[in-house]
């Protein structure tokens, strides 16, 4: 079973159009991220969820917005969609209830998006 | 602003010798780091950490050291073998980050027989 699914894992849509991306996680964990990886590799934190509870909210446009209907889910759902968001977007989650912060992060495969 | 970087892209070994990937950061607050290992079209794994109060943590071939002093931390994988060829990322939080990771661009690492 994964651990951390994303679906869908490949996404090419034009410029404009609204898409969501989901995860899914069944580790038990309590917080939950985005993680976008641009073309320059680099991967930058979106959003963090703890326990459904936005916790974290980097300076994201906000055609951008995460949906976390339970502990086990948060989906990502983008409106009008630029050519600039073309990139890989990972989902992660982990395990932080018990106050030790170990920073380990289990990710997904990755969605990867491509706007024409 | 990046506060975690590798300049080191990439990074050719032969097999059974030493690779060595380096790391430096800019923020003091900084408290936990962590590397992890990519393979191509999948997320990243977690490899191995370190706590700010520790300079080195050991697991088999896999050693991170700290140098809290010179804001800079390096992998040491020994032996090196062609299954550890990815790309690692290092990455760090610090207290109150809403555990957020902040990761470097990443060093790709090719270990050849």
């Known amino acids: 079973d994964t651990a951390v699914s994303q679906t869908p894992k490949y996404l090419v849509t034009q410029m404009g159009n609204d898409k969501s991306i989901k995860c899914e996680q069944n580790?038990?964990?309590?917080?939950m991220y985005w993680y976008k990886q641009d073309s320059k590799k680099f991967l930058k934190i979106m959003f963090s969820y703890n326990n459904k509870e936005l916790i974290i909210n980097e300076t994201v446009p906000n055609r951008f917005s995460p949906k976390s209907p339970d502990k086990a889910h948060l989906n990502l759902h983008i409106n009008s969609l630029e050519l600039g968001d073309s990139a890989v977007y990972f989902c992660?989650?982990?395990?932080?209830?018990?106050?030790?912060?170990?920073?380990?992060?289990?990710f997904g495969e990755g969605s990867r998006l491509t706007v024409l | 602003d990046q506060q975690v970087k590798q300049n080191s892209p990439s990074l050719s070994v032969q097999e059974g010798r030493i690779s060595i990937l380096n790391c430096d950061y800019t923020?003091?607050?900084?408290?936990?780091f962590l590397w992890y290992k990519k393979y191509p079209a999948e997320g990243p794994t977690f490899l191995i950490s370190i706590s700010s109060i520790k300079d080195k943590n050991e697991d088999g071939r896999f050693t991170v050291f700290l140098n809290k002093s010179a804001k800079h931390l390096s992998l040491h994988i020994v032996p090196s073998q062609p299954g550890d060829s990815a790309v690692y990322f290092c990455?760090?939080?610090?207290?109150?980050?809403?555990?957020?990771?902040?990761f470097g661009k990443g060093t790709s690492l090719l270990v050849t027989p």
């Open positions: 992660a989650s982990s395990l932080t209830g018990t106050g030790i912060n170990t920073g380990e992060l289990f």
């Open positions: 923020n003091s607050m900084f408290d936990y």
């Open positions: 580790l038990g964990h309590d917080t």
């Open positions: 990455a760090a939080s610090a207290p109150n980050s809403g555990y957020a990771l902040n």
